[in-house]
């Protein structure tokens, strides 16, 4: 398995995927909807966020959407990781760890500050994030009517 970053079919494709396993990555949180979720993705695509791919004898095993945080409150020289997902059959695999390292140490070597990432509640990932080094900042909290 290598990890390398998507082709512009890729992106595509991916892009659309994304959209379509929101109410999964979001634990049920969200649901998927496509013109939400492109309303949220391609801002970030267009701003120069891109997809890295995990690929096994030419099959994408998984992807890690990631780009610079366009939140200003977290100034220039952060990044931010949209979205992590391995698909079922290779997952606990390590897919994902290799993924979320990849990226670290891509914006490590790049200079970034920092790198942020949302989690929802629920999420077995918020593990393997915390073995990584991320650490809770914040909780976003609702009330639903």
Avoid: C
């Amino acid at each position: 398995m290598f990890i390398r970053k998507a082709n512009r079919a890729e992106t595509e494709q991916l892009l659309y995927t994304t959209v379509h396993v929101m109410e999964e990555s979001s634990m049920g949180h969200l649901q998927n909807d496509p013109q939400k979720g492109l309303g949220a993705f391609i801002p970030a695509l267009q701003n120069g966020a891109f997809f890295y791919v995990a690929v096994h004898d030419y099959n994408i095993l998984g992807w890690l959407m990631a780009g610079r945080d366009s939140n200003p409150v977290n100034g220039n020289n952060a990044a931010f990781l949209y979205s992590l997902y391995v698909f079922p059959p290779y997952r606990k695999l390590g897919v994902g760890r290799k993924l979320m390292s990849h990226a670290v140490e891509v914006f490590r070597r790049e200079g970034y500050e920092k790198v942020q990432l949302n989690v929802f509640q629920g999420n077995p990932a918020k593990r393997m994030y915390e073995e990584i080094g991320f650490h809770d900042i914040s909780t976003v909290m609702e009330i639903k009517f």
